[in-house]
């Protein structure tokens, strides 16, 4: 697929394009700041960006900033956002326009490449992809709202699993569950929450929105 | 400055003493009522207005004082505390208002001097230049020089006292440049202590920003070279899997895992040691540092922030760690299961209260030696807030709930 890097440090820029073109890959563009990258995406309409942060000139959010921009300028087009710590806003934010598409990992989630690489196909695909930790924090600021009360602990935590990107067979593995009792789970969450039957890769999302905005 | 520019300023000045001195008696005069009457209880009060309300009458004279050169430092602020009483007592014992009040009895003396001076250089001065003009006017008839050699040695009398008013005033100014000097400005204590708090919020400030600066350099250097590393080391590994079975790669493969997890394992300790010097989302303010906080407790957390106008980098840090420690004592030790965090700014202070629903009985221990135990974390806090004059408070009777306030300067 067609790659745009957003990072500032030489480094790992130079390491990420390395990795990603020697799996086949084509790094479209690796630019270090907000700016570049919109035009980078204009130019090159690259399958997926990935989006550090942090970076010039503020090293606060601009890299969030930017992500946020560019998904709204080029609707289709998969975001990873990766950062060496979470924050529960920047999630919020960034999860604001739909989770279509979208990933927020921490950037030490690169140390594993190959979930790293599975993460991008899946965004790519318009999936969602969230950081074990977003899921945490979400869980967290969500445990007193009423929206997910109907669902079982198990439930929720077949959920949380979802929005962490994994497919039905991973969640079985993953909770030591047949795969057909996480069919069934996630069945039970749809109807809970409301969603009708449709395209599932749609309902998917649907649910792992509904989670988030909890 | 020029020379006939200050003979202007000093001229303009010494015609104002009358002014001001007849000023300064007549305050002086409603000090003494204050006094005498404070036995019986009236004056009390009016004394408690009249000793701030002298600061008026030394910041005119103050302003006044830069006419003779003097250039004072304004004495710091009267701060009023909480209390009808306290304030009475704040008002009493106002410094700045009382050496006010001494300047304007002390330099009575001090101001006849420069007026006379001023009078006899410049007044006598222009009467003798003049003296031919008004001998032949015959404006006095019972002055006369007797004749014009009088008259023109009269005038050169003249002239010379004027060329040597501009410096004889500025002589005779001496005195009260003196005393405005020494009592318009900060007490010498005062002024000490307003240095030692600039200094302070300087070293506060100069402080935050070190941390930021180390933060800053280890997340963009170090730690983005350890994500290279252990990405690299676990492309390596995926290379490695390719080749063929043999006991050396074996070895290689078991030595590279044990790598790859330790880069891992550094890089996540890195991380928490780089949040724990400065969390990078304070940059972008105290809520949004704080929400994260929150979010990853595990207590239920309610988050109430309402900050119209930002506390400086320094003050958000404490009020940051604030949270984060006293949100980690109830999760420890209260046994509470919610917990609510509210943060205001007000009137250039900010409010921080971190209640629970736990079973109370907290105390701030004393200064020990043995650090163990909540108290000495609260102490930890305390001493914390109280760099840049903050104040910590806690109620929390035995069975709960527990309340920490936390207030502090909006600037350090």
């Not at chain 1, 998969?78 to 326009?97: H, K, N, P, W």
């Not at chain 2, 007549?26 to 404070?38: E, N, Q």
């Not at chain 2, 002024?191 to 935050?208: G, M, P, S």
Request: proline share 6%; glycine share 10%.
């Amino acid at each position: 697929m067609r790659i745009v890097i957003a990072e500032d440090a030489v480094v790992l820029r130079d390491g990420l394009c390395l990795l990603l073109s020697s799996r086949g890959h084509d790094v479209a563009a690796a630019v270090g700041d907000g700016d570049t990258l919109a035009e980078a995406v204009a130019e090159h309409r690259p399958d997926v960006a990935v989006v550090d942060v942090r970076m010039p000139p503020t090293h606060t959010d601009e890299g969030l900033r930017a992500a946020i921009g560019i998904r709204r300028d080029h609707p289709g087009l998969g975001v990873l956002v990766f950062s060496q710590y979470i924050e529960t806003r920047y999630a919020a934010q960034l999860l604001a326009d739909g989770a279509r598409g979208v990933g927020y990992l921490l950037k030490e989630r690169v140390a594993d490449i190959k979930d790293f690489l599975a993460a991008l196909d899946r965004i790519a695909a318009g999936q969602t992809v969230l950081d074990p930790e977003v899921v945490t924090q979400i869980m967290g600021a969500s445990r007193r709202a009423e929206a997910l009360g109907a669902l079982t602990p198990r439930e929720r935590e077949v959920l949380a699993m979802m929005a962490q990107g994994r497919s039905n067979s991973a969640i079985a593995e993953a909770l030591f569950l047949s795969y057909g009792s996480v069919e069934k789970h996630v069945t039970q969450i749809f109807t809970k929450l409301g969603l009708g039957p449709s395209d599932s890769d749609h309902r998917r999302v649907l649910a792992v929105l509904r989670f988030l905005q909890a | 400055m020029g020379k006939p520019k200050r003979a202007g300023r000093e001229l303009a000045y010494v015609l104002t003493l009358p002014l001001t001195a007849a000023a300064g008696l007549v305050y002086l005069l409603i000090v003494a009522m204050g006094v005498l009457s404070s036995a019986s209880g009236i004056g009390l009060p009016l004394l408690a207005l009249c000793v701030p309300g002298a600061r008026g009458l030394g910041a005119a004279n103050r302003r006044l004082a830069g006419l003779a050169g003097v250039r004072v430092a304004k004495p710091a602020p009267l701060r009023l505390p909480a209390g009808l009483f306290n304030r009475l007592g704040t008002a009493l014992g106002d410094a700045a208002g009382w050496r006010a009040i001494i300047h304007s009895l002390v330099r009575v003396p001090a101001a006849v001097l420069a007026f006379a001076a001023a009078a006899g250089l410049w007044g006598f001065g222009v009467i003798l230049l003049a003296c031919p003009l008004w001998w032949q006017a015959a404006l006095f008839p019972a002055l006369t020089p007797g004749g014009w050699p009088g008259a023109l040695l009269a005038s050169v009398i003249g002239l010379v006292l004027l060329l040597a008013a501009p410096a004889g005033v500025h002589l005779a100014l001496g005195p009260e440049r003196m005393l405005a000097r020494t009592l318009l400005g900060p007490a010498p204590a005062a002024a000490r202590i307003r240095t030692l708090e600039e200094t302070r919020a300087l070293a506060v400030d100069d402080a935050a920003a070190a941390l930021r600066r180390v933060e800053r350099d280890l997340h963009d250097g170090t730690a983005a070279r350890l994500v290279t590393l252990a990405m690299s080391l676990d492309m390596v590994r995926e290379e490695l899997a390719e080749a063929g079975p043999s006991p050396r790669l074996d070895r290689a493969r078991a030595l590279l895992e044990g790598a790859h997890h330790t880069a891992k394992e550094t890089l996540a300790e890195l991380t928490d040691l780089i949040r724990g010097i400065h969390p990078a989302a304070l940059d972008n303010g105290l809520e949004i540092a704080l929400t994260t906080l929150a979010a990853r407790s595990p207590l239920t957390v309610a988050l109430d922030a309402d900050l119209p106008e930002r506390p400086s980098p320094a003050v958000e840090t404490i009020a940051f760690f604030c949270t984060a420690e006293l949100l980690a004592n109830v999760a420890k030790h209260s046994g509470a299961r919610r917990a609510e965090v509210e943060l205001r700014a007000r009137d250039g202070r900010l409010r921080l209260r971190v209640s629970d629903d736990g079973a109370g009985g907290a105390a701030i221990s004393p200064h020990t030696d043995t650090p163990t135990g909540t108290g000495t974390g609260l102490r930890g806090l305390a001493d914390r807030v109280r760099v840049v004059d903050g104040t910590l408070g806690l109620h929390s009777p035995p069975g709960g709930p527990t309340v920490v306030t936390v207030d502090l300067p909006l600037r350090a």
